[in-house]
């Protein structure tokens, strides 16, 4: 009896939860705007609004400006967050501007913004999402001076966590600074006017997909104590006709130059895996 009298105290707990957790979040269009409304801390979220007569996602476009705060039924809202996919694939998203409130742009955010040139990343962002903005192409990156979390340090053009020194954001005019010991995955991709990357030996990982889709990518120099190339990394590099693989290389992965313009390619003794289609439509 005390065993059934438990399980129904606990089914009545979890429900008066769900239900509290329901009243506490509302959603509701602000604006051109979509969000995510904290009702007990009266904090808001960026997120995607989704047609479910069309079944279909409404994408942003044009220029959007964030606010820092929003008014919705007689209450103000701090906006404090980006959800993930909130941008997603918006193609007509030409700028965003994002305030000095918001404290984490989660992942894939804006990945597929492929018309999204210009990105500032605010002194209250103190986490950004895997992918946040991959495969978007960007020519110019900056971060404020202020931020504890992140860095464009030697205006680089580049975002990058201060903290573990991972390249987290590039550009097409990025120039990779020494003491970066990571380009995290898809940190390039779709970098389509970047043409020479020098990648400094204090990098020790290069990420997958960290190049992929930079078709005026020419000149690549690895470092030494590089022991991975990783999955797709660069993959559909068109113009990379050529490339020096460095003497501590271990292991290429599955697809790394699939699609890329390599004539010719010199295989270190050092390597003793080739995965799966890693040169394929070469």
Not at 43 to 50: G, R
Not at 115 to 140: C, E, Q, R, W
Not at 148 to 173: H, P, Q
Request: glycine share 6%.
């Amino acid at each position: 009896m005390n065993k059934i009298y438990g399980c129904m105290m606990l089914a009545i707990a979890l429900v008066m939860s769900a239900t509290s957790y329901a009243a506490s979040y509302v959603e509701a269009k602000i604006g051109n705007i979509y969000y995510v409304l904290n009702s007990e801390n009266k904090k808001a979220s960026v997120a995607s609004e989704y047609d479910f007569a069309k079944n279909s996602k409404i994408l942003y476009s044009g220029d959007v400006v964030i606010p820092e705060t929003v008014t919705y039924d007689g209450a103000t809202y701090k906006v404090t967050g980006i959800k993930s996919s909130a941008f997603n694939a918006c193609e007509g998203l030409t700028s965003v501007t994002i305030p000095n409130t918001v404290t984490e742009i989660a992942d894939n955010a804006f990945s597929y913004c492929t018309n999204l040139k210009s990105l500032h990343i605010p002194a209250s962002v103190a986490k950004i999402g895997d992918m946040a903005f991959a495969y978007t192409g960007l020519n110019s990156v900056t971060v404020d001076k202020d931020n504890k979390f992140y860095d464009s340090r030697n205006d680089c053009n580049a975002v990058i966590e201060t903290a573990t020194n991972t390249l987290v954001i590039g550009s097409d005019k990025t120039v990779i600074p020494d003491g970066v010991t990571k380009i995290a995955t898809a940190a390039f991709s779709s970098c389509q006017e970047l043409q020479t990357v020098v990648i400094p030996n204090s990098v020790k990982r290069i990420g997958k997909n960290a190049f992929s889709g930079c078709v005026s990518l020419a000149s690549v120099t690895l470092p030494e104590g590089l022991d991975e190339i990783e999955a797709y990394t660069f993959s559909n590099c068109g113009a990379l006709t050529s490339i020096v693989l460095p003497s501590s290389l271990t292991s290429i992965g599955e697809f790394a130059f699939c699609y890329s313009g390599l004539k010719s390619i010199i295989i270190p003794a050092s390597v003793w895996n080739i995965e799966a289609r890693a040169f394929d439509g070469c």
